[in-house]
């Protein structure tokens, strides 16, 4: 199986915590350089990392496709 994931209210999150409003246009998020840093980093290190441990705690296999290495 294959697991596709989002993030958004964990990425609008954390750009609040950034002090960085999150901007919507047409109802998609606008995103410059400084939001995509933050979206890489939330889907990446914190919500397909926590996909892959939670897999793995139950004994099965996962490894995450993403352009950052784990």
Same mark, same amino acid.
């Given at each position: 199986?294959?697991?596709?994931h989002?993030?958004?209210?964990?990425?609008?999150?954390?750009?609040?915590?950034?002090?960085? !409003?999150?901007?919507?246009?047409?109802? $998609? @998020?606008?995103?410059?350089? +400084?939001?995509?840093?933050?979206?890489?980093?939330?889907? #990446?290190? !914190?919500?397909?990392?926590?996909i892959? $441990? @939670?897999?793995?705690?139950? +004994?099965?296999?996962?490894?995450?496709?993403?352009?950052? #290495?784990?």
């Amino acid at each position: 199986p294959i697991v596709i994931h989002g993030g958004g209210k964990a990425i609008t999150k954390a750009m609040q915590e950034a002090g960085i !409003q999150p901007r919507f246009v047409q109802g $998609r @998020r606008y995103t410059d350089p +400084q939001t995509l840093e933050i979206v890489g980093d939330v889907l #990446t290190s !914190q919500i397909s990392a926590d996909i892959v $441990r @939670r897999i793995e705690a139950m +004994q099965g296999w996962a490894m995450p496709m993403h352009y950052k #290495t784990t």
